[in-house]
Nanobody, 125 residues
């Protein structure tokens, strides 16, 4: 079982920056694909960024260029750096992980196996 603990959320002004962190328990972190998702009130949960165990990243168009996902395998931690924040970035952000044996085709086509509890990010005008 993998437990994910997010930190770093809060209130930030539009145009500002914020870094989220997610520390994972359990073994095999370095082989595990990780991701950040977000869910705004009344909306579906959407992918923000994804990183494989090998360090390959993926961003949807909505966050490309403003968000950077990275990982520190020694600390079992994944980060999300968000810049030029907009009001529409306000959401609960979730850290997520796949099982360590998941291959790329699985990662790109199926939801994560593990989820954090989520952390609020609020962007104000």
């Amino acid at each position: 079982q993998v437990q994910l603990m997010e930190s770093g959320g809060g209130l930030v002004q539009a145009g500002g920056s914020l870094q989220l962190s997610c520390t994972a328990s359990g073994s095999s972190f370095r082989r595990r694909a990780m991701a950040w998702y977000r869910q705004a009130p009344g909306k579906q949960r959407d992918l923000v960024a994804r990183i494989t165990g090998a360090g390959t990243t993926h961003y949807p168009d909505s966050t490309k260029g403003r968000c950077t996902i990275s990982r520190d395998n020694a600390k079992s931690t994944v980060y999300l750096q968000m810049n030029s924040l907009k009001l529409e970035d306000t959401a609960v952000y979730f850290c997520a992980a796949w099982v360590s044996t998941a291959i790329l085709s699985t990662i790109t086509s199926t939801p994560p196996d593990y989820w954090g509890q989520g952390i609020q990010v609020t962007v104000s005008s």
